[in-house]
């Protein structure tokens, strides 16, 4: 890289904007796939199609996907030509091929998820006639209007569309008042978490689309009483549950922040009509757990990286009050974690945060680092260690639990490498893969 | 309908046919494209990814410049990472929005190459076709550009020509091509574009004959048979008979100048009992592979742009999956090579020879994905 760089790959946190970060300009995409795409929030649905309509350069991407999931007899897809955007046809294109593949299928699924693209929505294409008429031509099928649509993701990213329109199918129900919802996430919350606890221990019914066995399921998390996000990609599917279903809907962000994680069960515990428990214990298990972490680990180099956590400079501030010597930041922005990001920027000027697509860390990778304990997988390969906790969206760890579930994985990941290659190329942290 | 696939997959489009094709030249490539363009290259259509890095980047391309049609942003931003990054030259190309807003590429090209002082090339994508085509104008624009007229050389010597991972693979055989021709008698000036660099590509006009490995490289063979005179060769040495046919064709057409096309002897029109499905040129070299070996008729079904002087002159091919599955039933053959993804719709009673194809598959298969030079077909 040039001395002089135009737009620089890393800034100290204490010159930085947290709104904006660095300068948006070309980017560059790292060979690590554990992010969750469309694809794979989509095959949360028991039983649900997806078809894809859009250009064959956009289509690649979701049907290899598929492919790697060992899932193609669930995905099938309607390419566009430049022909097509212009003659007219455009609607009838996607409803008589919808029409073809629904045919051709050896069974009719419960749900299809029908994903148009910017290119669709650019010129104006009337997606409710549509879905209207699939639904006349295939009465049993319900057909959820889904995007594939990043040019538009400044407005409503993809993530956050189609976790919201994985609930669109639910259909109204007799409200349960013993039943809650966990939504918009991608992943199971970790049975050791307070949250569960609160919610089971309490004789409420847990309702997580991430563990519905069969469509039935599925359609029971319309009898929620009350529903949970606490994931940013989350919030959308939460209001317009609250809108369409009249389920109310809390928001309870994974902080590392003590305080933060108690208001969250304070105001849980309010909604659910029950006593907030005395967490003292739990405080202790996970100050201990970050003891023990550093007795083990001490003043090794931490990267944090956000895709491993939707909170990363609140994760940055709990380590370096327990003295951890947190070093670097992938990231972008700070969003629900602001105030953190305050704090890190008084207290610990020097923290370096680096853009996680910027062009000049294309060879950051080759270059000479210290050794590093990396959590996420960007920072993995940016920093080039095997030592890292491999998890996206937080692994499904919340509260004091998962701050202690946190330390484990991140002692096992300093005790044990990892094969980085292997695991970073296995796309959907979780799901199925033919690579492995 | 052809443009409706219930469960096989498509192939690579012209964004990711231009960045393979560019990758190892010391060039930066711009997709003016939001994001999905280069995660899909860089994840499905790219195996050199993680070990080899090269300057491919994605404009980043928002609602707002879109709509206000901002080609600003797009050439301000490759300047500045081409301050950054000092690529040998620049290379933009579109996405299927762009196309839609009608963004000028070869204006915008022009503005970069004033602003930074470095070539840039524009490429004329929008994502809605194959790589073959974002492949083949990228290598010919390649030839176009930079290859300097050099006297021929003393002893016989070649090109090979549409080599990209997408068709290949990584070493395989394309390094086994190398060999061979050597073998053959013939030294390798250059690989339209693997394990060569721009300035060994400058040497090209210096051979005697081109070989041209897949579709992805006719548009530069042509140039360079228009431009330079060196005649051009389609064939895959493949197999264990079909290699001589290829030799005898690269010895011929250095020495009396025509093109020559031994991968159309795999097709006939003939409804045989072997099917080749791939690209046109591989396809048809391994169907005259087996055409040899059996004994059968072979034909080739190619759902990709082709030559017709490379499937015998026959001009239309079954393309989408309802025409491949309605061949194959109708005329159900008792061999098929192919992806292993089109199983799905191939006849049961008939034996698949799979051979992984980068370009349809992706990583799916990609520590299968075969030599053709040294594949055992009798497996």
Redo the contacts between chains.
């Keep these: 890289m040039s001395a002089a760089a135009e737009k620089p790959r890393s800034i100290r946190i204490a010159d930085a904007d947290p709104n904006a970060i660095f300068q948006s300009g070309l980017e560059y995409n790292t060979p690590v796939r554990g992010m969750w795409n469309i694809v794979h929030t989509g095959m949360l649905i028991p039983g649900a199609h997806q078809i894809f309509a859009c250009a064959q350069g956009c289509l690649r991407g979701v049907i290899l996907t598929a492919a790697e999931m060992n899932a193609l007899d669930r995905l099938s897809w309607i390419s566009v030509s430049e022909q097509d955007m212009y003659d007219g046809s455009l609607e009838y294109d996607i409803i008589d091929g919808c029409a073809e593949i629904l045919q051709k299928l050896p069974q009719k699924p419960p749900v299809v998820l029908l994903y148009l693209s910017c290119i669709h929505l650019f010129a104006g294409v009337d997606f409710e006639m549509i879905l209207s008429a699939l639904r006349s031509q295939f009465p049993g099928i319900a057909f959820v209007d889904c995007y594939m649509t990043p040019t538009m993701r400044q407005t409503v990213s993809p993530a956050v569309k189609m976790a919201a329109q994985l609930y669109a199918a639910l259909e109204p129900r007799a409200r349960n008042p013993r039943a809650v919802g966990i939504i918009g996430n991608d992943r199971p919350t970790d049975e050791g978490s307070e949250l569960l606890r609160l919610i089971r221990g309490n004789g409420f019914i847990l309702r997580d689309l991430t563990l519905c066995k069969d469509y039935d399921e599925y359609q029971q998390m319309g009898e929620c009483a009350l529903n949970l996000t606490y994931t940013p990609v989350a919030g959308l599917a939460g209001e317009e549950l609250e809108q369409r279903l009249g389920i109310p809907h809390l928001h309870l962000p994974n902080s590392f922040d003590y305080s933060e994680i108690a208001a969250n069960y304070w105001l849980l515990c309010d909604a659910l009509g029950i006593e907030c428990p005395d967490f003292s214990a739990e405080i202790a298990a996970a100050d201990a757990a970050l003891d023990r972490l550093y007795a083990e680990i001490g003043e090794i180099a931490v990267a944090i990286d956000f895709t491993a956590v939707t909170q990363p400079f609140s994760l940055a501030k709990l380590l370096t009050e327990h003295g951890f010597h947190v070093k670097y930041i992938i990231a972008d922005a700070a969003a629900e974690d602001a105030a953190a990001f305050s704090w890190l920027a008084e207290h610990r000027p020097d923290l370096e945060i680096f853009s996680a697509a910027n062009v000049n860390m294309l060879h950051f990778k080759s270059e000479e680092h210290e050794p590093v304990l990396a959590i996420g997988q960007k920072a993995a390969y940016y920093f080039a260690t095997d030592h890292f906790v491999n998890i996206v969206m937080n692994g499904g760890y919340y509260g004091y639990a998962g701050i202690a579930a946190l330390c484990t994985l991140m002692s096992e990941a300093y005790r044990t490498p990892k094969d980085s290659r292997r695991v970073l190329r296995h796309k959907g942290l979780g799901c199925p893969s033919c690579l492995l | 309908?052809k443009?409706?696939?219930?469960?096989?997959?498509?192939?690579?489009?012209?964004?990711?046919g231009v960045c393979s094709a560019l990758y190892e030249l010391g060039g930066m490539t711009?997709v003016h494209?939001?994001?999905?363009?280069?995660?899909?290259y860089?994840?499905?259509?790219e195996p050199r990814?993680?070990d080899m890095?090269s300057?491919i980047?994605?404009?980043?391309?928002?609602?707002?410049d879109?709509i206000l049609g901002n080609d600003e942003k797009l050439i301000a931003?490759?300047v500045?990472?081409a301050?950054?990054?000092?690529p040998r030259f620049i290379a933009v190309c579109g996405?299927?929005?762009p196309?839609?807003?009608g963004v000028d590429f070869d204006a915008a090209a022009a503005e970069i190459e004033r602003r930074s002082g470095i070539r840039t090339l524009a490429m004329h994508t929008?994502?809605?076709?194959?790589y073959i085509a974002g492949a083949s104008e990228a290598l010919c624009r390649i030839a176009e550009e930079y290859t300097d007229n050099l006297p021929k050389t003393k002893e016989p010597s070649v090109n090979i020509l549409g080599a990209t991972p997408l068709d290949f693979g990584i070493g395989g055989t394309v390094d086994s091509l190398r060999l061979w021709l050597h073998e053959q008698g013939f030294s390798v000036i250059s690989c339209f574009a693997m394990g060569d660099t721009l300035e060994t590509l400058r040497k090209a006009a210096s051979a005697h004959v081109n070989l041209v490995i897949s579709q992805t490289g006719t548009a530069a063979a042509q140039y360079l048979y228009d431009v330079f005179g060196i005649p051009y060769v389609c064939g895959i040495p493949t197999g264990q008979q079909f290699p001589a046919a290829v030799a005898d064709a690269l010895k011929h057409a250095a020495a009396d100048g025509q093109c020559r096309f031994p991968c159309a002897a795999g097709h006939s029109d003939e409804k045989g009992e072997i099917v080749v499905i791939g690209e046109s040129i591989a396809a048809g070299s391994i169907a005259a592979e087996l055409s040899v070996q059996t004994g059968k008729t072979a034909r080739v079904i190619c759902p990709l742009p082709f030559d017709p002087r490379c499937r015998n002159g026959a001009a239309e091919s079954p393309a989408s999956e309802e025409e491949i599955e309605r061949d194959l039933t109708e005329h159900p053959p008792q061999i098929i090579a192919a992806d292993p993804?089109y199983r799905?719709i191939c006849p049961q009673q008939a034996r698949l020879i799979e051979m992984p194809h980068f370009a349809f598959?992706?990583?799916?298969f990609d520590t299968r994905i075969p030599d053709l030079l040294h594949f055992d077909y009798s497996r």
């Design positions: 309908m443009n409706v696939s219930r469960i096989i997959p498509c192939y690579a489009a012209d964004t990711s711009v494209d939001a994001s999905g363009c280069n995660s899909t860089a994840t499905h259509d990814w993680y890095q300057m980047f994605i404009s980043a391309l928002t609602e707002l879109a931003d490759v500045s990472a301050h950054d990054r000092r996405s299927p929005m196309m839609m807003t929008n994502g809605t076709h194959s993804l799905f598959s992706g990583r799916c």
